[in-house]
């Protein structure tokens, strides 16, 4: 059975540092990764997708890393600014052809950048 | 731009009433999830649809909650006989499984309905 995990569960940064968030998951064999953002009582967006087959994804001052070997997946945000609080989920989903894409989640960082 | 809306989004019951959600997915997509996120975890899966058909529920779901998709759009959610243990806020996603990209599929969610059961 997949388990996620994020480490720390609350993270405090003041403006304008880079910061990373991470995510450790015990099977990685055939799934992919996403990264999501939620914000107090709403719903998630979806902030990065890595493939299986992938390393990497790039938005913005966003970086998502993904390392199967290891079982683990770094979120790199640069030059942190208040609107970027928010809690950060990260989720992962089997890919083989024709099965569900159920998310296993894990408990997400709650993130606050203080002005 | 139409995503997922849900319906709705909050809802205040008592112990042993019935309520009822229903998920709007994005119109094209034709898998439709539902979740489950209690206060400081992550959101839980709890079943999909691929068109009108429910393919996997999880255990999660006891014989209390049902879910519908009757024609391949909408989706709800009921729960009988509610109890304060599903205080909580019920996510829907909707994703395309296309075969030429079946690997690059994403979910989007709703907004959520958020539950109390007093």
């Known amino acids: 059975k997949q388990e996620v995990t994020q480490i720390p569960a609350a993270l405090s940064v003041p403006e304008g540092e880079n910061l990373v968030l991470n995510c450790s998951f015990t099977d990685s064999a055939i799934y992919n990764l996403q990264w999501f953002r939620q914000d107090p009582g709403k719903g998630l967006t979806s902030l990065l997708l890595?493939?299986?087959?992938?390393r990497e994804q790039t938005s913005g001052r966003l970086n998502a890393s993904l390392d199967k070997s290891s079982g683990r997946s770094t979120l790199y945000i640069a030059a942190s600014q208040p609107g970027d609080s928010a809690t950060y989920l990260c989720a992962l989903t089997p890919i083989s052809s024709g099965s569900a894409r159920q998310l296993t989640f894990g408990s997400g960082t709650q993130l606050t950048v203080l002005p | 731009d139409t995503g997922v809306s849900q319906n709705p989004r909050h809802k205040i019951t008592k112990r042993g009433q019935n309520v009822t959600f229903r998920c709007d997915p994005i119109s094209e997509h034709n898998r439709l999830y539902w979740y489950r996120q209690t206060l400081g975890q992550g959101p839980e899966f709890l079943t999909y649809f691929q068109n009108e058909a429910q393919l996997e529920k999880s255990r999660l779901l006891s014989d209390r909650f049902s879910a519908e998709r009757p024609k391949g759009s909408f989706s709800t959610l009921e729960i009988q006989r509610t109890e304060q243990g599903d205080s909580a806020m019920y996510l829907c996603a909707s994703s395309l499984n296309a075969r030429d990209r079946w690997n690059q599929e994403t979910q989007y969610f709703g907004p959520g309905t958020r539950l109390l059961v007093l």
């Open positions: 890595i493939q299986s087959s992938q």
